[in-house]
């Protein structure tokens, strides 16, 4: 909890330091790179860091923090932190990184606000940061525990599978024979791979198969290699460790891989379900779809996902044999181009509220029905899954019955 002097401080000066938040985080990972240029080469995503998604998602999880903590002081913003913690302990961030971070974060402060950072103003924003960082430890910590401490262990690819043009599933069993480590339908992994000058970057894959499937497996998007002016002055391409493991894995080649991390988890109960995905963002979503076959949930299970065309739909079959093994469960198509018949054309659209029959179940448009008391779990580009959000929000789903998980920066946040 945020102390009352400070608390004033920072209500008084948000509004300040919030008009100036982007140019601070810019600054910051600047001065970051220039005197740790390793963490950059080898824990920070350059694709991220060259478009600039990283300082917006770090500006809007400080100013979200920071208002949570005026606005709410006897609450604190778990579901932030749990994704923020989860991340991290996937790159292996350990507590001594926090006192680095913070000392190039204030320096940053001090440079673009200037005079304006009087002594009291310091200290309630390192109140605010000492806050969020040792909440961070403290979850990170715990993660740590639960898997017996960060390390890479080397999984051998053991099947290549083409999805679509741009989609590979890579399937992977640890190298060294040691058991496998438990994980929960919805996580993800961090690869790290050299690339071709040397750096050692890290990525997080879903793991899109259901965990009582066998072998692991990531599905991998290779993304346009959009290249743009790096922090560290070089052209830092997008998707460079995506297109690395398109060019370059085959089977018996060998990966580092951590263990499994990730908050967007399914609670095991029969409560009703809607699973909605675009894109890429279906691998989460077809691992806890192949998780409820496997386990027999006994609820409604509505699967929804959109794509370009069905030639880019990735895991298609797979969605169509989980929903086929379970009682009670329908996979509803949207394709922008090219819709088969049974699928419709265009973006997704579940907005017609009403209620329909003594059950109260919500009726949305194309015959989706959304049964009282369900839980959804999106995960898709974020206009779509700003978009569903809205759309069963006007069906009547309670906010905290929705649950997303976002690949790369959480710009949520930043865009609230």
Known sequence: MLSEQSAATVRATLPAVGAAIDEITTR????????????????????????RTQQRALAGSIAAFATHLVDRPDERPDAMLSRIAHKHASLGVLPDQYQVVHKHLFEAIVEVLGEAVTPEVAAAWDEVYWLMANAL???????????????????EVVERIEETADVATFRIRPADGRPVPAFRAGQYVSVQVELADGAHQIRQYSLSAAPGAGA??????????????????????????????????REGDVLRVSAPFGDLVLEDADAPLLLASAGIG????????????????????TVVHADRSPATHALRAAQEAAVAALPDASLHLWYEADAPEGARAGLVDLAESGKSGESGELKGSGGITVAPGTRAYLC?????????????????VPAADIHYEVFGPDLWLAQD
């Open 28 to 51: 910051f990972y600047d001065g970051l790179f220039t005197a740790h240029p390793e963490l950059l080469r080898d824990l920070f995503n350059r694709g991220n860091q060259a478009a």
């Open 137 to 155: 430890i403290a979850v990170e910590k715990r993660l740590y525990e639960e898997q017996g401490a960060h390390e890479w262990r080397a999984w």
């Open 216 to 249: 692991r497996q990531i599905t991998v998007k290779r993304v346009a290699a959009v290249a743009a002016e790096g922090a560290d002055g070089a052209e830092a391409p997008a998707g460079e460790v995506s297109n690395h493991l398109h060019a370059t894995v």
């Open 282 to 301: 279906v691998t989460p979503i077809a691992a806890m779809l192949g998780h409820l076959a496997e386990t027999g949930h006994k609820g409604a299970v």
């Open 380 to 396: 898709g580009p974020l206009p779509f899954m700003r978009a569903v959000r809205s759309q069963l929000l006007g069906l009547g």
